[in-house]
């Protein structure tokens, strides 16, 4: 089994900055992409921010400039560092791992409980 840990959110005043990070464990071959995604209340979840297994990024247009996704590949982790954070920030933050167990298996996605954060006015 895989499972995937965030931390690092809380509340912050417009214009501030906060880190999540995610640690996948388990039974873990490799990881391709991983990603943040959020869902704030009445929305449906959207995609935050990607990065593949070589770096390769890819963001919302509505975080670009303000958001940066990286990984570290060795210890199975990610991270969202967001600067400049405005209320519509607002929303739980997930993260998500394609995940092989193995060389000959297919790809799963993984999820994790999601960590609130909370931009105030």
């Known amino acids: 089994q895989v499972r995937l840990v965030e931390s690092g959110g809380g509340l912050v005043q417009a214009g501030g900055s906060l880190r999540v990070s995610c640690a996948a464990s388990?039974?873990?071959?490799?990881?391709?992409?991983m990603a943040w995604y959020r869902q704030a209340p009445g929305k449906e979840r959207e995609l935050v921010a990607r990065?593949?297994?070589?770096?390769?990024?890819v963001y919302n247009d509505s975080v670009k400039g303000r958001f940066t996704i990286s990984r570290d590949n060795p210890k199975n982790t990610v991270s969202l560092q967001m600067n400049s954070l405005k209320p519509e920030d607002t929303a739980v933050y997930y993260c998500?791992?394609?995940?092989?167990?193995?060389?000959?298996?297919?790809?799963?996605?993984?999820w994790g409980q999601g960590t609130q954060v909370t931009v105030s006015s």
């Open positions: 388990g039974s873990i071959f490799s990881i391709n992409a």
């Open positions: 990065i593949s297994s070589v770096g390769i990024t």
């Open positions: 998500s791992a394609n995940v092989l167990v193995s060389k000959w298996s297919d790809q799963t996605v993984y």
